[in-house]
C-alpha cells in the first residue's frame, strides 16, 4: 500500500538559514508527488508537484524539491528562510492513476527563529 | 484564478443542530472532495465526487450526508454530531483525474458543543 514518510515532527531553522524537509514514499509505480504548505487555521496550499520530467521542481515562495526514484524520497529545500515560511509543511503521494485519493504525510510544523 | 471558497469560515452547533457547510469552484474542475483536519494531522479523505456523482466514501458516518448539486458545488450536511466531531472540514476540487493537483479551499472550524 502507498505511503509516506515525514521523519520530522519538528523543525526549527533561524531566519536566513537553508531549510530541507524529509519526504520518503512508498509506491509501486511513478509516483504523483506534492507538497502543501498550511498556515494555522488555514487551508492548504499547493508548493510545488512533480509528475515526470527533470526530477528538480520548482515552487512557489522560492521552494524547491528533488524527486530521488533509488532514495524513495521527495525532499523540500529553501536556500534562505523567512519568518513567514513558519507553517506545517505536508507531502502527499497520488494513490494511483483511477483513484483521486491523496495519501498524506503526518506533517512537519516549521519554527523561523529570528 | 484557483480557487476554492467555503462558508462559513466558522460554525458552532449544538449535538441536535442540523447545518451544511458549502463549497464552491468555478475552474471547471470535475471533482470535489471533502477531508476532515485535526488538529496537528494530516487531512483525512471523507468524501469524493466525480462528474458529480459520489465515487468515494471513506467509511464516514451517516450524521455526516454530502451532497453535490453541480459541479461547481459540493454541500456537506451535518446532523446529530458529536463534540468529537469538532476539526476544520477542508473542500478541495481538481479537474478530474487522479494524477491532477487537489486545490485547497480555507476550511470551515466546526465546533460541536
Known amino acids: 500500500a502507498q505511503s509516506v514518510t515525514q521523519p520530522d515532527i519538528h523543525i526549527t531553522v533561524s531566519e536566513g538559514a537553508s531549510l530541507e524537509l524529509r519526504c520518503n514514499y512508498s509506491y509501486g509505480a511513478t509516483p504523483y508527488l506534492f507538497w502543501y504548505v498550511q498556515s494555522p487555521g488555514q487551508g492548504l496550499q499547493l508548493l510545488l508537484k512533480?509528475?515526470?520530467?527533470?526530477?528538480l521542481v520548482q515552487g512557489i515562495k522560492g521552494f524547491e524539491a528533488e524527486f530521488k526514484r533509488s532514495q524513495s524520497s521527495f525532499n523540500l529545500r529553501k536556500p534562505s528562510v523567512h519568518w513567514s515560511d513558519a507553517a506545517e509543511y505536508f507531502c502527499?503521494?497520488?494513490?494511483?492513476?483511477?483513484?483521486?485519493?491523496?495519501?498524506f504525510g503526518t506533517g512537519t510544523l516549521l519554527a523561523v527563529q529570528p | 484564478d484557483t480557487e476554492v471558497t467555503q462558508t462559513p469560515k466558522h460554525l458552532v452547533m449544538g449535538m441536535t443542530n442540523k447545518k451544511s457547510l458549502k463549497c464552491e469552484q468555478h475552474m471547471g474542475h470535475r471533482a470535489m472532495y471533502w477531508y476532515k483536519q485535526k488538529a496537528k494531522k494530516p487531512p483525512e479523505l471523507m468524501f469524493v465526487?466525480?462528474?458529480?456523482?459520489?465515487?468515494i466514501n471513506e467509511s464516514v458516518p451517516s450524521r455526516f450526508s454530502p451532497e453535490c448539486p453541480n459541479s461547481s458545488l459540493l454541500n456537506l450536511h451535518l446532523h446529530a454530531l458529536q463534540p468529537e466531531d469538532s476539526a476544520l472540514y477542508l473542500c478541495?476540487?481538481?479537474?478530474?483525474?487522479?494524477?491532477?493537483?487537489?486545490?485547497f479551499g480555507p476550511g470551515t472550524r466546526l465546533t460541536v458543543l
Open positions: 502527499a503521494v497520488g494513490a494511483g492513476l483511477d483513484t483521486n485519493k491523496l495519501i
Open positions: 478541495a476540487s481538481s479537474p478530474f483525474r487522479g494524477t491532477d493537483t487537489q486545490y
Open positions: 465526487y466525480s462528474y458529480e456523482k459520489l465515487s
Open positions: 512533480y509528475f515526470s520530467g527533470d526530477t
